[in-house]
């Protein structure tokens, strides 16, 4: 017991976490991440680790160090919506990448949180890109299901995961259909089978917000008990398809208390993906993906279901994709979408958010094509993808009460010419140097008559 | 007509390579050796122009000029005249007005799958890769070209791209030969085919070669096996005499004569420099490293050598050899002197070589490092021209050279600027103004979205 003590006691020692510093910034460019356009010679306050005040006219209260951003721009960090960050390595060594279990007999237990790497050069290379928070996924590997998601910041602390079980992720594109045994309907009816199976554990095995037992007591943003700890019950029907795990797994998917990103392309497919809400209402949906979002944005927009779309995808890749555009999200945006640029995953690194959420703004000029404003450009990189992760007004947005996430850019953070200069995540400025930037650092001069490189660090 | 006509001849004669000499000549020795050098000849003609002029635009020239309030002119093809608002526009030329807008050489890709990898992406249209064999210089990516692939139209009015070079992939050592195309829709690839430029020979270092034929349990399975592959194959090629048709050997000894350049896709560093000194060995030189993420460690050795560098701004992380890819990369290989080119190797990335362009020249900008934008344009212009061997026809907007042209609507190293209007060989082939003058395949045709901006 004396031994454990002092074991936390070291740990504790070693992982306090940085204190959040009071800054202000003054003088700058502020975009707030709402939507609105960029405000000038503007101020931001940031106390306790969450933002005060941000917008012109603010005064610095006393005692608040302040740092002169004349010229420069500030914003809220950005969020980078369905990524996976901290999963992986390098794409080609399998050994360092958890993005997919394509052996295991699990798919929808599948815990992202688990895996998480606070350390990952990914998310190191994408905080010194201006990417503060994330929800993080896997691929689908066995099934599809690819698991629960996590919502992550990307402080320099092993303190990573914010949330972790946020979303269930499911395919039901292409994908999904040779994962399920070979077509849409195999998708479709494992979904089915897959919820009422949830429903059905569910019902028996005790678990909060179930037929056997009430809603559990939530007290703010605490997580629910993970299904899987309360059950010992194993007797189950004779034809389920799913392991005791993922039937678990998907409960808080069948009865709402758990989000489910679908991702799904055709705009025939996007609607067989809203009409499940008519079997299972209770479903939580989130599109993921949506190539042809814009033929069926209106019935989307009346579904109220948000939509983490692909900015830049304009060719026929596959027969899921014909209509593909990159006037995609700007006409769902019209059409009253709630929709994020992303997803960001494999070589889409999240630091290219702002380059597409520019072309998407470029796309104003041109005759026929469907951009953003460059207000709802960089809001769908910031509090549209801190929205449909569940964290309005806490994160993406330079609100009074958010954390304090900000970034100091040398110039409009959209535009290809900049980038961060300084960054704090929860008022706690952070470290923008990795893998990356040592090289570069190395490599400024190619002089290796002295000593070799290698002495060089 | 007859200004085609002329133009087309222009390209041959301009271009002054060993492929167009072969139009004339090769029939008459067709039944012996050697052998017919151009049997798939370009059939590519530029399409009807009129006589232009762009006023009043920044005019990036492609070698590193930069003009304000410009004027650059073209007729029957080919640019007639670059200068400043002196430069009067003759009589019978159309006058567009580009205040506030920008104009550039046309865009050029040295590294595309478009047609051997086309969309949709299917494994009907997977025809980039022979990998039956670790070393097949006697496939040639013309003959995997589907001339219908949707990229391309999208490439050149997204990207403003002119011309591009197909290369087979990099599963093999020697993948085959490239092939350079104009930019324009055509029934055939012979109709695409730009004329008169140098066929290259795509080569392949490292991690792919070995694991796909490691994979097989064949050689070569390490990268010492990659080059005993290699040599012993330049070995055998050295004593071809022609004598009985190779078509592999028929493409390694135009190596070895100088007439096929090769692209070699290399990302590491040592990797580099023993391909140098392979191609040493053997009396080739190379002309690009394609995909040259750790270039920057070698900027000294790449400039003795003359090669060029062709990158990405910012790729990383999906492979080893991409491990220590950086930003600076580009503007680390210009500031020690050696050839930058950016490339796309994706048919998105071929829509925004302006911006992957911007982007590295950012980069470099933050560590003092500060290239021009005259001279970041040539990177996606003059350089690749210059690469691929077709720098004396196109990749600059000098007197007689192709009216390959992009007028852009803005700053095309602003994330907020796109093509407004796209001149191949003097022909209007893209104007964001008029829906009907931008290509839709007939893969799209009657399509959900066909016709869309994109």
Redesign the interface.
Same mark, same amino acid.
């Given at each position: 017991m004396k031994m454990l003590a002092s074991a936390l006691a070291l740990s504790v020692a070693l992982v306090s976490p940085a204190i959040a510093q009071d800054l202000a910034i003054t003088g700058a460019t502020v975009a707030t991440g709402d939507g609105s356009e960029p405000i000038q010679d503007a101020t931001v306050v940031v106390r306790g680790g969450r933002v005060v005040a941000a917008g012109s006219g603010v005064a610095v209260p006393a005692g608040v160090p302040v740092i002169d951003g004349t010229g420069k721009w500030v914003t809220p960090g950005l969020f980078s919506a369905v990524t996976d960050l901290g999963l992986w390595?390098?794409?080609?060594?399998e050994e360092s990448d958890d993005r997919e279990a394509e052996a295991s007999p699990f798919s929808a237990s599948l815990d992202m949180s688990v895996a998480i790497n606070p350390a990952s050069?990914?998310i190191l290379?994408s905080r010194m890109g201006g990417v503060t928070r994330a929800t993080v996924i896997g691929q689908p590997g066995s099934s599809i299901f690819s698991g629960q998601g996590a919502i992550i910041d990307l402080g320099e602390d092993p303190d990573t995961v914010t949330r972790a079980r946020a979303f269930q992720f499911i395919n039901l594109d292409e994908t999904g259909a040779r994962l399920a045994g070979g077509s849409r309907t195999a998708a479709h009816a494992l979904l089915r089978n897959a919820l009422r199976e949830a429903r059905d554990y569910g019902n028996r095995s005790g678990i909060a917000g179930t037929a056997s037992r009430p809603e559990a007591v939530r007290t703010g943003d605490d997580l629910p008990i993970d299904p899987r700890m309360v059950d010992n019950e194993t007797q189950r029907g004779e034809d389920v398809l799913l392991t005791r795990f993922d039937a678990a797994a998907l409960v808080p998917v069948a009865n709402g208390s758990q989000p489910l990103y679908v991702q799904v392309d055709r705009?025939a497919d996007i609607r067989a993906v809203l009409a499940l809400k008519n079997e299972f209402p209770q479903l939580d949906l989130v599109l993921v993906g949506v190539h042809?979002g814009w033929?069926v944005a209106s019935d989307i927009a009346a579904a109220g279901v948000p939509a983490v779309a692909f900015a =830049?995808?304009?060719? +026929?890749? $596959?027969?899921e994709e014909?209509?593909?555009?990159?006037?995609n999200i700007g006409r769902m945006k019209d059409a009253g979408v709630t929709v994020a640029i992303g997803p960001f995953t494999?070589?889409f690194?999240p630091?290219?958010a702002p380059?597409f959420a520019?072309?998407l703004?470029? =796309?104003q000029?041109? +005759?026929? $094509?469907t951009g953003l404003t460059w207000g709802e450009a960089f809001a769908a990189i910031t509090s549209v993808p801190a929205k449909i992760a569940g964290m309005e007004g806490q994160a993406g947005v330079l609100a009074p009460g958010a954390h304090g996430d900000v970034v100091i850019w040398?110039g409009d953070p =959209?535009?290809?010419?900049?980038?961060p200069e300084r960054v704090w995540i929860d008022g706690v400025e952070q470290p923008l140097d990795n893998?990356?930037?040592a090289?570069?650092n190395r490599?400024?001069d190619?002089d290796r008559s002295e000593l070799p490189?290698a002495y060089d660090w | 007509m007859r200004f085609a006509a002329r133009a087309a001849l222009l390209a041959c004669a301009a271009a002054a390579v060993s492929a167009c000499a072969a139009d004339q000549t090769g029939t008459q020795s067709a039944s012996a050796a050697p052998p017919v050098s151009n049997p798939y000849p370009s059939t590519y003609a530029p399409y009807p122009d009129r006589p232009t002029a762009l006023v009043g635009a920044t005019v990036f020239d492609g070698l590193g000029g930069e003009m304000r309030n410009a004027t650059v002119l073209f007729e029957n093809g080919r640019i007639t005249g670059v200068g400043d608002a002196s430069l009067g526009v003759p009589a019978g030329y159309d006058q567009i007005d580009g205040t506030g807008k920008y104009v550039t050489p046309g865009v050029i890709d040295i590294h595309s799958h478009l047609g051997d990898y086309p969309?949709?992406?299917?494994g009907a249209h997977s025809d980039g890769n022979e990998a039956t064999s670790p070393t097949t210089p006697e496939v040639w990516a013309e003959h995997s070209v589907w001339p219908q692939d949707?990229?391309f139209s999208?490439a050149l009015s997204?990207g403003g791209v002119t011309s591009l070079q197909i290369l087979p992939g990099s599963a093999n050592l020697m993948g085959g030969r490239s092939v350079t195309l104009k930019n324009v829709p055509a029934l055939t690839v012979q109709g695409m085919k730009f004329p008169g430029a140098p066929y290259g020979l795509k080569m392949a270092c490292g991690?792919n070669p070995k694991r796909v034929y490691g994979g097989k349990g064949q050689a070569p399975s390490t990268r010492m096996g990659n080059f005993a592959v290699n040599r012993q194959t330049w070995i055998d090629a050295q004593a071809y005499d022609g004598t009985d048709r190779d078509l592999a050997k028929e493409t390694l000894k135009a190596v070895l004569d100088g007439e096929i350049k090769i692209h070699n896709h290399c990302y590491r560093a040592d990797e580099m420099a023993l391909v140098i000194d392979m191609a040493k060995e053997f009396g080739y030189t190379v002309s690009t490293f394609h995909h040259a993420v750790e270039s920057?460690?070698?900027?000294?050795l790449l400039r003795e050598n003359d090669i060029c560098s062709a990158v990405w701004a910012?790729?990383?992380?999906?492979?080893?050899e991409?491990?220590?890819?950086?930003?600076?990369n580009a503007a680390?290989i210009q500031n020690?002197g050696a050839c930058v080119v950016i490339h796309s190797d994706d048919?998105?990335g071929i829509?925004?070589l302006n911006?992957e362009a911007?982007?590295a020249?950012?980069?470099g900008?933050?560590?003092g490092i500060d290239i021009s934008d005259a001279a970041v344009i040539g990177w996606i212009t003059h350089n690749p021209a210059k690469a691929m061997g077709i720098a004396d026809e196109t990749g600059s907007l000098e007197i007689g050279k192709a009216a390959d042209v992009v007028l852009w609507?803005?700053d095309p190293?602003?994330?907020?600027?796109?093509p407004e209007k796209v001149w191949i060989d003097g022909a209007l082939m893209f104007d964001?103004?008029d829906?009907k003058r931008r290509p839709v395949s007939d893969?799209?045709l009657g399509?959900?979205?066909a016709g869309?901006?994109?």
């Open positions: 390595d390098v794409g080609a060594v050069q990914h290379v705009a042809e033929l =830049l995808d304009d060719l +026929p890749v $596959a027969f014909l209509a593909a555009t990159q006037s494999d070589d690194q630091r290219f380059q520019g072309n703004v470029g =796309l000029k041109v +005759p026929g $094509a040398d =959209l535009e290809l010419s900049s980038a893998h990356q930037s090289l570069r490599y400024r190619l490189k | 969309s949709p992406d299917v949707p990229g999208r997204n991690e920057y460690k070698i900027g000294d910012d790729w990383w992380g999906f492979k080893m991409a491990y220590d890819g950086i930003l600076e680390l020690a048919q998105d829509q925004r911006q911007a982007k020249q950012a980069a900008r933050r560590i609507n803005g190293l602003s994330v907020y600027s796109r964001a103004n829906p893969f799209e399509q959900p979205g869309d901006v994109k």
